[in-house]
């Protein structure tokens, strides 16, 4: 049956493919300024078709995933015992699978395969976990580089958009409680792919080419615009989570929950400790977003000084970006963002609180994170962060490795003949796992003038 609706989703796929082709060759044989009531009719029907056969493609999909459900029963009493699949209490619905769950589950199964007493091959460990899943199996392979899965990853069908699918919403499940992906979301996002280098053009702020107005029959003005190009090349991010064997061995029913706790904490301070600081660009790491920044001069200690500290904050960003400010947000830690919301007027009222629980300040969103500098208020152009990422994160697993524990400036273990780090700790000494992560990752703003900052503000 798996088999069967494998092959009905691969051949849905085909087929609409095949529809956009179809359409794409239609349009493209008129002329938009000459177009008959007939071409738009054939043009019309294409388009529902295309959405008829999606429709049946994502009904095909998530009639799998519902069958590819399961839970093993152990029926006794016969001489063998016999194992049910996709078996489930009576009346309670099947888990609903999201992309970018697949990538934890291939993460619990090559920590469940690491632990394993009987040293199963991690193909073992994903059939008696999850059944015959082909879903699960193609990211599954994609995450653990191997072959051992079907091959079917890079097919024209279901199952490579599926791998893409969720790693795409694995980035932004990654970092939930980080400023990287607010701002990417409002600034433009790139993947490496195959490309050492990602460049993309950008306006120069001067010279300009704004209009000017001339008499009648007067020469009018030519102008001409400089353009730059800002470039992003892979730069390697890696984090490490570590827990004892005994919680992976006795949590085997949330250890894809417990995988992704510890990954999505460590991921959002190890990205927001690197994307707020004032460090500049190296070959090893992005430029901080307060490089090169000055900060504004506190006003006072005063309701109304808090007010005018927000404005010089917004009249920075204005001059900095010569007006031309397109998706301004703030960034602040919640410890500030409470202070603004308590400050009081001289009424006794307090202005900004019902706004920022809405999310906003003077209409702007604030985005906040606990890795942010206390007391240190930022304003920038949302519209100017690009960010790049490497399609596939890579993952390892280990129990004999030797860490530093220490979150901001590891070190290495030792010097030839001194011990340099402190504390360290062995994971094979103490019986525990570590998981690592590494992915390529590269962040820029595309204009100067972009980020106005405020730092020791006195009135919080």
């Known amino acids: 049956m798996a088999t069967q609706i494998a092959q009905r989703i ?15 060759e239609h349009i493209a044989s ?36 519902r069958l590819a459900q399961s839970t093993d029963i152990i029926v006794r009493g016969s001489e063998q015992p016999m194992t049910l699949r996709n078996a489930r209490p009576f009346a309670v619905a099947a888990q609903k699978v999201e992309p970018k769950d697949y990538v934890f589950r291939g ?119 400089a353009f730059t190009s800002v470039s992003l090349t892979p730069k390697k991010m890696g984090v490490i989570s570590t827990f004892t064997r005994e919680i992976s061995l006795h949590s085997t029913p949330d250890i894809e929950a417990m995988i992704r706790e510890a990954i999505v904490e460590d991921t959002a301070v ?40 927000l404005k010089n904050l917004v009249g920075a960003l204005i001059t900095g970006t010569k007006g031309n400010v397109r998706a301004p947000v703030w960034l602040m830690q919640p410890g500030d963002k409470l202070a603004i919301a308590l400050m009081s007027n001289a009424n006794g009222e307090f202005p900004f609180k019902a706004e920022l629980a809405q999310g906003t300040l003077l209409g702007y969103p604030v985005i906040t994170s606990t890795t942010m500098t206390a007391d240190t208020i930022v304003l920038l152009d949302a519209a100017d962060f690009i960010t790049a990422t490497g399609d596939v994160p890579n993952f390892s697993v ?10 901001t400036s590891p070190l290495a273990i030792s010097t030839t003949t001194t011990a340099v780090a402190a504390p360290v700790r062995s994971l094979w000494q103490t019986d525990s796992i570590g998981i690592r992560m590494i992915m390529d990752i590269n962040w820029a703003m595309r204009r100067t003038g972009v980020v106005a900052l405020l730092t020791s503000p006195t009135w919080n």
């Open 107 to 225: 993460l619990a199964i090559k920590v469940l395969a690491h632990c394993d007493e009987a040293k199963r091959p991690a193909v073992e460990i994903l059939k008696e976990r999850y059944g015959e899943d082909d879903a699960t199996k193609a990211v599954f392979d994609v995450v653990n580089k191997s072959v051992s899965a079907p091959a079917d990853t890079v097919t024209s069908g279901w199952a490579s958009q599926l791998v893409t699918t969720a790693f795409g919403e694995f980035f932004q499940a990654l970092m939930p409680n980080s400023m990287y992906p607010a701002l990417a979301a409002k600034g433009g996002s790139f993947t490496f792919g195959r490309n050492g280098t990602v460049t993309l053009p950008t306006r120069s702020a001067t010279p300009t080419i704004s209009g000017s107005f001339i008499a009648q029959g007067a020469p009018i003005p030519v102008k001409q615009g």
């Open 270 to 309: 190890a990205i927001d400790t690197v994307l707020i600081d004032t460090n500049a660009a190296t070959t090893t790491r992005p430029a901080g977003l307060l490089n090169g920044i000055s900060t504004q001069t506190p006003a006072g200690t005063t309701f109304a000084n808090m007010v005018t500290d």
């Open 398 to 407: 280990s129990d004999q490795a030797v860490l530093h524990m220490e979150d």
């Open 10 to 24: 691969t051949d849905a796929q085909e087929r609409i493919t095949m529809l956009r082709d179809q359409l794409n």
């Open 30 to 65: 008129y002329d938009d300024s000459n177009v008959t009531d007939d071409q738009l009719a054939i043009a019309n029907e294409l388009n529902d078709r295309i959405e008829m056969a999606e429709k049946s493609h994502e009904t095909l999909v998530k009639a799998e995933q």
